[in-house]
């Protein structure tokens, strides 16, 4: 099983969109374990949308309509 996600940032109003197999541990990595990127300049992250596919394929190709 594979999520998309939105994060967002309501201190700096910035948002995130990913794909991951592992949702719980993928959020604790942007809020607390990350140590360089864009996620860390903007903590923390609120999960804001998730949405669920069987497929890699089918979650990459959303993520990606998100992004625009």
């Known amino acids: 099983m594979f ?3 939105v ?5 700096y109003q ?3 969109t990913g794909m ?3 949702l719980i541990t ?12 864009f996620t860390l300049r903007y903590r923390p992250w609120y999960c ?3 949405e669920f596919f069987d ?3 089918a ?3 959303r993520e990606k309509l998100l992004r625009v």
Request: aromatic share 18%.
């Open 3 to 5: 999520c998309v996600y």
């Open 7 to 11: 994060l967002y940032s309501f201190k």
């Open 14 to 16: 910035k948002s995130y």
């Open 20 to 22: 991951t197999s592992n």
């Open 26 to 37: 993928r959020f604790q990595f942007h809020n607390l374990k990350s140590t360089k990127g």
């Open 48 to 50: 804001i949308h998730v």
């Open 55 to 57: 497929n890699k394929s």
């Open 59 to 61: 979650a990459l190709k």
